[in-house]
């Protein structure tokens, strides 16, 4: 009923207001505001409060202890780490604690990130294989607001877009405490009627860890693009494999007896290795009435995790340590196809788009394990998951100070499993539909209003929807639902009022109907309430003068379930506020530069009665340039500027060491790195 009531609105609202407005003539078309850096869509650019752009401009000037940190120019977003840096890191964002991705979809040149089905959890996203000086531009949007936006996208998405070309040839390396080095080579050459671009990174780090980390990466991009004004099209073929020992979450008892230093480990075997190659394809076409876009994309992948995280508890003899491990072949696509047209004297704009993936895992498994060598099989699958979604969006001006934007979604999944448990095998399938609606009104005295509601979902696990008995423990459980639909609103202001600044501020609400994910370490789906966040964010960027640029973004959220419970409604993980502050000098007439970083978040819930919370994490960062010569560059970068002993994560549960008599309900936690230096020299050529 909720759908056919938004659907039924939507429809009324088109003749109501095109007979209340006499023919207009078309919109006033603002020009796009460049500030230096900033990363919002000028006025008139956007659909939402909450999206906008980054460039690479501000990408190159803030230092980035992970690849993954990119995500942190999403403004409220958190990117830390539990385990070994070969890991797909830990996500935080709008009340969520994302674990390794679910809810926020990732896609880089066109490719989704985010992994259905995966050995360790449900969204996996794994940007180590992204090399950041290739990266050309972020789009990103927060809530279910947009049509093309489907699995995942709950929270939000974040779309990068590598370069076609770079403006010099570059080759760079860079040296730090604890073993760290990091080597890049990368350049480009015209060939035929496009340009080939070409880019080799070698990687080694030990960490800060007891157990050095013995990070060893390579990774490897080839691409060629030719383009005009009538369209362009790309080829990318990206090669990555990692290898590395972790140090995971440790119990808070251990290191207050003295029985274990901050950064030490409890099982030295813990690790794994990663394997990814890819192919991806576009091509885009201009046309008199718009344009049209054709993505496709080939992913094979290789993962193997081993992680301890309750030592003793259910194996006193051998240990917990288990083995998760998959391999994985990606085929999808999408096209898309937008029209520009007049009706009425309103300006319209319409776009189509259909979405296809294909995941086969043969296999993906769960192993009891011990120093890496296999006891026993827990669980082991062969699955495949299809899932296609088409799109449909709306744009129409109205007036100079009214636009709106109708959008539906349709989204189909099937599931087939063959589980080394005969009564976790089976087939599922699962479809709905999403719509999306937004007010745009403005702009007056350079201010927008937004108004957006929009319904999203994500996939679960295709294990948890045919699954009858839990791997672990054996005993009975329910199937869950294919997809797990989520709904949204937001109340958004964006304001360039001063010149040269640009503030956002936006009032948000989401819902998901459960929240349902695959627990990698159990080998099953954990049935979870449906939930309520709501808060609210505050972006201001502003280019004080020509040298200075001045970042802050602050945001607080409040995440509970929906139905009480007696072991409380409280969301563990949920980070309650996030702060950041970013200041850049950049003289034009000067050698040097500078940029200073410090990022905040929040206390959050660890159990559902909000006894156990862990504390708040601030971090600083800070960069010092100096141009040597046109072709030389030097760069010091210092991560942890201050020495906080914080966390990366805090989570609460219950382990066993060696010689406790009994389990022990403990705050387990990994450690923000110490303060370290990193010395980078880049050296470019025309």
Do not use: C
């Not at 389990?663 to 980078?680: G, Q």
């Amino acid at each position: 009923m909720s759908l056919i009531k938004d659907l039924s609105v939507a429809a009324l609202l088109a003749p109501l207001l095109a007979q209340a407005a006499e023919p207009q003539p078309q919109p006033e078309r603002l020009d796009r505001v460049e500030v230096l850096g900033h990363y919002q869509l000028g006025l008139g650019q956007s659909n939402a409060a909450s999206e906008g752009t980054v460039r690479a401009s501000l990408i190159e000037t803030r230092p980035a202890l992970r690849p993954a940190e990119l995500l942190e120019f999403v403004p409220g977003m958190i990117v830390t780490q539990h385990s070994g840096d070969g890991k797909a890191n830990q996500y935080f964002l709008r009340g969520f604690n994302l674990d390794h991705g679910t809810d926020f979809a990732s896609y880089v040149d066109g490719m989704p990130v985010n992994m259905v089905s995966h050995a360790h959890g449900q969204g996996y996203s794994d940007l180590n294989f992204l090399i950041p000086e290739l990266v050309q531009r972020i789009d990103y949007r927060k809530g279910p607001y947009s049509a093309s936006d489907g699995d995942f996208a709950s929270a939000g998405s974040a779309r990068l877009l590598l370069r076609d070309k770079l403006p010099h040839e570059m080759a760079s390396l860079t040296l730090g405490e604890h073993g760290y080095a990091r080597a890049l080579l990368a350049g480009g050459l015209a060939l035929g009627p496009g340009r080939l671009l070409g880019a080799v990174e070698l990687h080694r780090n030990d960490g800060p860890w007891q157990q050095p980390e013995k990070l060893r990466k390579f990774n490897s991009v080839l691409r060629y693009s030719e383009g005009g004004e009538d369209g362009s099209r790309s080829l990318s073929l990206m090669a990555y494999d990692s290898r590395w020992t972790a140090t995971d979450q440790i119990p808070a008892r251990a290191v207050a007896g003295g029985r274990l230093d901050r950064f030490g480990s409890l099982d030295p075997s813990d690790g794994g290795s990663s394997r990814r190659l890819s192919l991806s394809a576009r091509q885009t076409r201009n046309t008199e009435d718009g344009d049209w876009q054709l993505d496709a994309y080939y992913v094979q992948s290789r993962l193997t995790l081993f992680s301890n995280f309750t030592y003793l508890l259910d194996d006193p003899l051998h240990g917990d340590q288990f083995e998760q491990a998959e391999a994985r072949q990606l085929l999808g696509g999408e096209a898309s196809r937008r029209w520009q047209f007049e009706w009425r004297g309103l300006h319209q704009q319409f776009s189509l788009g259909a979405q296809f993936r294909h995941d086969g895992l043969s296999p993906v498994g769960l192993y009891a394990t011990e120093a890496r060598r296999r006891l026993a099989t827990r669980q082991e699958s062969e699955l495949r998951q299809t899932s296609a979604g088409v799109h449909a969006e709306l744009s129409s001006g109205w007036t100079p100070w009214l636009r709106s934007v109708v959008g539906l979604r349709g989204d189909a999944a099937r599931f087939k499993v063959h589980s080394s448990i005969a009564e976790n095998s089976g087939r599922a399938q699962d479809s709905l539909v999403s719509p999306k609606l937004a007010l745009i009104l403005g702009p007056w005295r350079k201010t927008e209003l937004f108004l957006n509601y929009g319904e999203g979902f994500h996939s679960n696990d295709a294990r948890g929807t045919v699954a009858r008995i839990a791997p672990k423990e054996g005993t009975p459980v329910e199937p869950v639902p294919g997809l797990v639909p989520s709904r949204g609103g937001e109340l958004g202001l964006r304001s360039e009022w001063l010149p040269a600044l640009q503030s956002s501020l936006a009032l948000w609400r989401l819902d998901l109907a459960s929240e349902l994910v695959f627990v990698g370490d159990a080998g099953d789906t954990e049935p979870q309430r449906a939930s309520r966040r709501q808060g609210f964010e505050w972006n201001t960027h502003w280019q004080l003068n020509r040298s200075w640029q001045l970042d802050l973004d602050l945001a607080a959220s409040k995440a509970r379930y929906r139905d009480d419970a007696p072991e409380g409604n409280r969301v563990p993980g949920a980070v309650d506020r996030v702060a950041s502050l970013g200041l850049s000098w950049n003289e034009p007439s000067s050698r040097w530069s500078a940029q200073f970083q410090l990022r905040h978040f929040g206390p959050r819930d660890l159990v559902e009665d909000g006894s156990q919370r862990s504390k708040a994490t601030t971090l600083a960062y800070a960069r010092a340039s100096w141009q040597a010569s046109p072709q030389l560059r030097l760069s010091l970068d210092v991560f942890n500027l201050f020495k906080r002993q914080a966390s990366d994560i805090d989570y609460f549960y219950e382990s066993r060491l060696q010689g406790e008599a009994a389990t022990v309900a403990d705050r387990h936690f990994h450690p923000v790195e110490p303060r370290s230096f990193r010395l980078t020299a880049s050296l470019s050529w025309p």
